[in-house]
């Protein structure tokens, strides 16, 4: 175990006033990274609800952390271990405070918008019509309904991806994978029906847009 996390541990594990100097220096540490994680989630919250966030993630961390600590090991660092924690909690509610809200019905102006999400960019609006129904025909009929589920919720709705971890129950990884497969067939459909001929970045490997769903 390096010397950092055994002086974590002996403060953590310390009595009286020395205990209560590591709790708050740990609570002060996991603070800064909460802040850090809601601020790079690009959440739509703003403000002293983006605030509370953070320091309830950072409080409820604390907490799992020192009730964890028996189970630390020293197989990382004692602060890379205690980050895990508070990413989750900001994971957690972020998912939750989305949900508090009504969803927004979605519009045919939502769809209107898919076309640039798949890297074409018809110059015509009937152009753009036509691509709009033929996403929608491919939505219908190539996705299973968990894959239309997840892309109408994550690319349609824009459902932050918290959100839908939180209320699904899946993965982050098992939701983007869900994303880029639906996204995958879509393009295929689009590409074997002529939509993506003479697009720009409009190849049918189904690599556009794999970096984010």
């Given at each position: 175990m390096d010397e950092a996390s055994r002086?974590?541990?002996a403060a953590l594990?310390?009595?009286?006033?020395?205990?209560?100097?590591?709790?708050?220096?740990?609570?002060?540490?996991?603070?800064?990274?909460?802040?850090h994680e809601v601020a790079r989630r690009g959440t739509a919250i703003t403000g002293p609800e983006l605030d509370d966030v953070a320091h309830q993630s950072a409080d409820d961390a604390t907490v799992a952390v020192l009730?964890?600590?028996?189970?630390?090991?020293g197989e990382s660092r004692f602060t890379t271990w205690a980050y895990r924690?508070?990413?989750?909690?900001?994971?957690?509610?972020?998912?939750?405070?989305?949900?508090?809200?009504?969803?927004?019905?979605?519009?045919?102006?939502?769809?209107e918008r898919l076309p640039d999400r798949f890297g074409v960019d018809p110059s015509a609006?009937?152009?753009?019509?036509?691509?709009?129904?033929?996403i929608r025909r491919a939505v219908d009929e190539v996705l299973t309904e968990h894959q239309r589920a997840l892309f109408v919720a994550i690319v349609l709705g824009g459902v932050p991806l918290d959100a839908l971890v939180a209320r699904t129950g899946s993965s982050r990884g098992a939701?983007?994978?869900?994303?880029f497969d639906?996204?995958?067939?879509i393009r295929a459909f689009l590409d074997a029906n002529?939509?993506?001929?003479?697009?720009?970045?409009?190849?049918?490997d189904g690599r556009e847009g794999a970096g984010r769903p």
């Open positions: 002086e974590w541990l594990g310390a009595e009286g006033a020395a205990r209560e100097e590591g709790v708050a220096r740990l609570h002060d540490l996991l603070l800064r990274v909460a802040l009730a964890k600590l028996p189970t630390f090991r924690f508070v990413v989750l909690e900001v994971s957690s509610k972020l998912g939750r405070h989305y949900w508090r809200r009504p969803a927004a019905r979605l519009a045919d102006e939502d769809w609006h009937s152009e753009r019509r036509e691509m709009v129904d033929a939701i983007y994978k869900g994303v639906a996204r995958r067939k002529g939509y993506l001929d003479d697009a720009p970045g409009a190849g049918s």
